[in-house]
């Protein structure tokens, strides 16, 4: 379970990195991201709730790519 934790901090840790810089993710929501990587890597503990840090991150992920406004502004034609 600890393995599993990390590799997922390390997936968040390199997509954010990845779409921050790409300006793809909002800067809170990037911040956020990083705090939840600091969590995953530091935090050694066999407590089950915390294996559903990843799904709700990337279901937060999911949200913030539906919602944003198409690039370029192209309208439909």
């Known amino acids: 379970m600890v393995f599993a934790l990390r590799s997922a901090a ?6 954010t990195t990845r779409a921050w ?26 407590e089950r709730t915390l294996v559903l840090v990843f799904p709700l ?3 937060a992920t999911s ?4 919602f944003r406004p198409a690039a370029g502004g192209r309208g439909v034609a």
Do not use: H, K
């Open 10 to 15: 390390m997936f968040i840790l390199a997509s």
């Open 57 to 59: 991150w990337v279901a």
């Open 63 to 66: 949200v913030i790519i539906l």
């Open 21 to 46: 810089r790409a300006r793809f993710f909002p800067a809170w929501f990037a911040a956020v991201s990083y705090l939840i990587v600091v969590v995953l890597l530091f935090v050694v503990t066999y």
